[in-house]
């Protein structure tokens, strides 16, 4: 997993890669990579694939049913 610069540090990001969507939702990546397409989630920067935190939480708030 890439570190975060002394710039996020101790800060709550909203942009989360891959790697750090899998551990949030406690998946395997390639699942993960899918869930967040699949949530709309999905932001191209260039050429990096980063998810918005707050649109995950949103679908999974739904598949709870909250």
Request: hydrophobic share 40%.
């Amino acid at each position: 997993m890439h570190k975060r610069n002394i710039a996020t540090e101790g800060k709550e990001v909203r942009l989360i890669n891959t790697e750090e969507l899998a551990v949030y939702i406690g998946i395997g990546k390639t699942r993960a990579a899918s869930f967040g397409k699949e949530a709309g989630a999905a932001v191209r920067l260039g050429s990096r694939l980063l998810f918005d935190k707050k649109i995950i939480d949103k679908k999974l708030d739904q598949l709870r049913g909250i």
